[in-house]
């Protein structure tokens, strides 16, 4: 009865390597959103989709591409990792914006 | 630019006691304001939240004060338990997406 689950949860690889994280959320939920936690701990946003479609892209890398298949699913392609990806990717959902959102596990992505 | 601050990376606290963890922001069109609680590798938890137009949220043994004149929010936990040893993240609403502080580790004592 996962509410917002992500796979895999670990993901180790090479630099040039490309990569997909899957996120699936069976709240019902309209919007989904990836985040990216650094080496400081900060939570920063990178992309948002309600009902399929993106509303929010902050400034990242065009080797990140997001794909929403439906509304419940928000899967995360990285072409040619670089170092500097290495971080935990949080995938979450919420009803609308209205802030409250819940997240999933997060995924441990480093790259050597 | 760090819109939303956590000053005090990590707390101490004595069992049985209040827990207060602080936060401070920049931009005042922020419309709501949360608190997640995130255990080691899993997401962060929703706590609880409050609209820019309140000042004190309560749920529980958590309360939430929001001084908008000084910019500032903080969550108060009475009293203070074993499980509530967590990192204790703030975040404040606004232009469709959250904007997160960095987090403060809260360590209860027995």
């Known amino acids: 009865d996962t509410a917002v689950s992500q796979t895999p949860k670990y993901l180790v690889t090479q630099m040039g390597n490309d990569k997909s994280i899957k996120c699936e959320q069976n709240?019902?939920?309209?919007?989904m959103y990836w985040y990216k936690q650094d080496s400081k701990k900060f939570l920063k946003i990178m992309f948002s989709?309600?009902?399929?479609?993106?509303?929010i892209n902050e400034t990242v890398p065009n080797r990140f591409s997001p794909k929403s298949p439906d509304k419940a699913h928000l899967n995360l392609h990285i072409n040619s990792l670089e170092l500097g990806d290495s971080a935990v990717y949080f995938c979450?959902?919420?009803?609308?914006?209205?802030?409250?959102?819940?997240f999933g596990p997060g995924t441990r992505l480093t790259v050597l | 630019d760090q819109q939303v601050k956590q000053n005090s990376p990590s707390l101490s606290v004595q069992e049985g006691r209040i827990s207060i963890l602080n936060c401070d922001y920049t931009n005042s069109m922020f419309d709501y304001f949360l608190w997640y609680k995130k255990y080691p590798a899993e997401g962060p938890t929703f706590l609880i939240s409050i609209s820019s137009i309140k000042d004190k949220n309560e749920d529980g043994r958590f309360t939430v004060f929001l001084n908008k004149s000084a910019k500032h929010l903080s969550l108060h936990i009475v009293p203070s338990q074993p499980g509530d040893s967590a990192v204790y993240f703030c975040a404040a609403k606004g232009a469709q997406k959250l904007v997160f502080g960095q987090g403060t580790r809260l360590t209860i004592n027995p």
């Open positions: 979450a959902s919420s009803q609308g914006t209205s802030g409250s959102q819940f």
């Open positions: 709240l019902g939920h309209d919007t």
């Open positions: 989709y309600n009902n399929k479609e993106l509303i």
